[in-house]
């Protein structure tokens, strides 16, 4: 995390509460954070309105006047607050810094001042974030640069899954937490879909029938739409807290699984910390 979801959030806080307010002044204490910027002084924003916040899988898209970008990965650990002029606070993303605790955080690296005092805070307690600063032609080449897959908000072409699938021996959460194979999805919503398409995270994707591709296809928007309504799935310490039954495996290791009763199970696959019920996602 942040995955689609928490990004997704994050966009609708920035469209709702920062688009149409002019940058007053930008601040970048993390060197580093700007690794990728093709325009390296964060200051040109000064004097620059944002005018639409859109997202591309992970990443989102901030579009200023003065045919200014800044795109924002947040990676494993990123979070964003906007605190308005009244003190109202709005985050999404990593747990890390609280969200109603202080602001900066030792892990706060950037903020964003605009013209009536609002303030956008990024946090990143791992550093693996980046920002991406750069005039608006140039954003297209760095995207593609990334070689995304189709969007996994999508409708998903089940035949081009198949084949995928078909040529990889590798679990089938390792091929799924592939970004050129859908985009956006990350691990939560990787074992959430599973989950809900009854598949072991472990099993070859090339062992996968027609009807269990295509379930599993199936699984991936409701599974996304869910961690879109809730702003995110709630996962603090490793632990989830689910709203409506969601999440109902990841981050509840040794927890009774919601349609069977079994404990939920941690293993690793593709180096991550995966969950699954070993009763409704058997092996064979």
């Given at each position: 995390?942040?995955?689609?979801?928490?990004?997704?959030?994050?966009?609708?806080?920035?469209?709702?509460?920062?688009?149409?307010?002019?940058?007053?002044?930008?601040?970048?204490?993390?060197?580093?954070?700007l690794?990728q910027?093709?325009?390296?002084?964060?200051?040109?924003?000064?004097?620059?309105s944002?005018?639409?916040?859109?997202?591309?899988?992970?990443?989102?898209?901030?579009?200023?006047?003065?045919?200014?970008?800044?795109?924002?990965?947040?990676?494993?650990?990123?979070?964003?607050?906007?605190?308005?002029?009244?003190?109202?606070?709005?985050?999404?993303?990593?747990?890390?810094?609280?969200?109603?605790?202080?602001l900066?955080?030792?892990?706060?690296?950037?903020?964003?001042?605009?013209?009536?005092?609002?303030?956008?805070?990024?946090?990143?307690?791992?550093?693996?974030?980046?920002?991406?600063?750069?005039?608006?032609?140039?954003?297209?080449?760095?995207?593609d640069?990334?070689?995304?897959?189709?969007?996994?908000?999508?409708?998903?072409?089940?035949?081009?899954?198949?084949?995928?699938?078909?040529?990889?021996?590798?679990?089938?959460?390792?091929?799924?937490?592939?970004?050129?194979?859908?985009?956006?999805?990350?691990?939560?919503?990787?074992?959430?879909?599973?989950f809900?398409?009854g598949?072991?995270?472990?099993?070859?994707?090339?062992?996968?029938?027609?009807?269990?591709t295509?379930?599993?296809?199936?699984?991936?928007?409701?599974?996304?739409?869910?961690?879109?309504?809730?702003?995110?799935?709630?996962?603090?310490?490793?632990?989830?807290?689910?709203?409506?039954?969601?999440?109902?495996?990841?981050?509840?290791?040794?927890?009774?699984?919601?349609?069977?009763?079994?404990?939920?199970?941690?293993?690793r696959?593709?180096?991550?910390?995966?969950?699954?019920?070993?009763?409704?996602?058997?092996?064979?």
């Amino acid at each position: 995390m942040p995955e689609l979801p928490e990004v997704e959030t994050i966009r609708r806080l920035c469209e709702t509460h920062l688009v149409g307010h002019k940058v007053r002044d930008v601040a970048v204490t993390l060197p580093k954070l700007l690794r990728q910027s093709m325009l390296p002084e964060p200051q040109c924003l000064s004097g620059e309105s944002l005018i639409a916040a859109t997202r591309r899988a992970k990443v989102l898209d901030l579009a200023f006047t003065g045919d200014l970008h800044l795109l924002i990965h947040f990676k494993l650990a990123g979070q964003w607050a906007i605190v308005l002029p009244d003190g109202e606070r709005h985050v999404a993303g990593h747990p890390v810094p609280k969200p109603d605790g202080d602001l900066p955080h030792m892990s706060t690296h950037a903020s964003i001042l605009f013209d009536d005092g609002r303030i956008a805070w990024y946090s990143d307690i791992r550093q693996f974030g980046w920002f991406n600063l750069l005039p608006s032609d140039d954003v297209h080449g760095v995207m593609d640069g990334l070689m995304l897959g189709p969007e996994a908000t999508d409708p998903i072409d089940v035949a081009r899954l198949e084949s995928l699938f078909s040529r990889r021996s590798v679990p089938v959460k390792a091929v799924l937490l592939d970004q050129k194979v859908l985009a956006g999805l990350g691990n939560i919503y990787v074992d959430e879909a599973l989950f809900s398409a009854g598949i072991h995270p472990t099993r070859p994707a090339k062992s996968l029938i027609s009807d269990e591709t295509a379930r599993l296809a199936a699984a991936i928007a409701p599974v996304l739409a869910e961690g879109i309504r809730q702003g995110g799935a709630t996962i603090v310490n490793s632990k989830a807290i689910p709203d409506n039954g969601f999440p109902a495996v990841h981050g509840r290791e040794g927890e009774p699984c919601f349609t069977c009763g079994s404990s939920i199970v941690k293993v690793r696959v593709a180096g991550r910390g995966t969950y699954f019920c070993p009763s409704c996602q058997t092996i064979s």
